[in-house]
């Protein structure tokens, strides 16, 4: 059996000794080789194995150091997408279980000199979302992969199908409205040529005489000249016909346009059950911190813009005064309503979304007068609309 074979005692206490972490300065990356000492890294620098290596680093040292910076990147991402793959995590955890692999590509032979350096890298190239703290650095893994990808584009992608068809669906009721009006005063035209032409024909058949001639004349006159009473009847029985036919056609008319009323109040309730979500929170807006429990910081009562909605219900705030950025729950904000001509934005109801213009507020009510501006519903004036559904934009 030779001197160091692999079960001598010699071999297993040297394995023994190599099992744990070794310092990283006595590492070759090149040889691959751990060294326990500084006299044993300095024996293995001095070697032809590691000379002839060095010769290999020294054609094209750019290239070699490269792909040690790759490996070393991708092997970290790894472990961060494997282990932590959506929570905040110090990077100086992360790195000690990184290397707790023995064969792992070290950083002595990166782009990087330190972790810090490395973690900036990874925060500038959008790989993690990066956060300086008194307690060190904190990073945030982006999972950025096909699968991934694909979910959000589908989902946006049927937003943006789901938009197309409500504006498909408004435009179709607008065009159902102008026909409708379009058709109204036709039909009235026709029912008035109608009243005419039956009254042109009663007026044929019958014969009406009319006695013209002052009250002396009519006295003497003989009672034969005057008209017969069923000719007075008639004329008077025309003109009765006639105004009831009027207010007959004036009834069709008005039926017409309460059925254009139902049909827009209908399609506002429609909207109105599709757009009404108990959340609200949006970017842009200016919203007002109601959180007592921020009050010793001195950020009760005070403004802020959503800079970002986390799940909907939760927003990141951009405090006005002091630049801070705060996350605090929709349950504690409220809307901030502007002054009058002021822009605002439709937060929740039928036109959620919209920016509109404030036209009027109604203090006993706690509602406000808007009018739309921009998009499918441009102009359209909203007369009572409450203060929860509207936000002051930035």
Request: hydrophobic share 30%; proline share 2%; aromatic share 8%.
């Amino acid at each position: 059996m030779g001197k160091n074979e692999f079960l001598t005692p010699k071999a297993i206490a040297n394995r023994i000794k190599a099992k744990g972490l070794q310092k990283l300065r006595w590492y070759c990356q090149m040889c691959q080789k751990q060294c326990r000492d500084e006299n044993g890294f300095k024996c293995h620098c001095m070697s032809e194995s590691h000379q002839r290596q060095m010769e290999v680093f020294g054609q094209n040292p750019h290239r070699i150091v490269e792909g040690y910076s790759e490996e070393f990147e991708s092997a970290f991402l790894e472990h961060m997408k494997r282990s932590h793959r959506s929570s905040r995590v110090a990077a100086t955890v992360v790195y000690n279980e990184y290397i707790n692999d023995r064969h792992h590509v070290h950083m002595n032979s990166t782009q990087w000199a330190t972790l810090t350096e490395f973690v900036k890298y990874l925060g500038r190239t959008g790989k993690c979302k990066v956060d300086e703290t008194p307690k060190g650095w904190f990073i945030t893994y982006i999972d950025r992969e096909s699968e991934t990808l694909f979910k959000e584009k589908m989902k946006n992608k049927r937003i943006r199908s789901d938009l197309a068809d409500e504006e498909r669906q408004e435009r179709e009721i607008k065009k159902q409205i102008e026909r409708a009006e379009q058709f109204m005063p036709a039909i009235s035209n026709e029912d008035e040529a109608l009243q005419e032409k039956k009254l042109f024909e009663k007026s044929e058949n019958e014969k009406i005489k009319l006695s013209l001639g002052t009250s002396s004349l009519a006295k003497t006159s003989n009672s034969k000249d005057r008209p017969p009473e069923s000719s007075r009847a008639v004329v008077f029985k025309d003109d009765d016909e006639d105004k009831s036919e009027g207010i007959k056609g004036n009834g069709k008319s008005s039926l017409g346009k309460s059925a254009l009323a139902e049909l827009m109040k209908e399609e506002e309730r429609a909207k109105e059950r599709s757009n009404r979500k108990d959340y609200w929170l949006c970017e842009g807006i200016i919203v007002k911190v109601m959180s007592k429990p921020l009050a010793e910081k001195g950020y009760y009562k005070q403004k802020g813009v959503v800079r970002k909605v986390i799940d909907k219900y939760v927003g990141e705030i951009e405090m006005l005064e002091s630049k801070h950025v705060l996350r605090v729950d929709q349950e504690e904000l409220e809307t901030v309503i502007p002054q009058i001509g002021g822009v605002v934005r439709i937060v929740n109801g039928a036109y959620r979304g919209s920016n509109a213009r404030l036209l009027a507020i109604d203090t006993e009510k706690f509602c406000a007068k808007v009018q739309i501006e921009k998009g499918i519903y441009d102009g359209r004036v909203l007369k009572a609309i409450e203060y929860e559904d509207i936000c002051k934009l930035a």
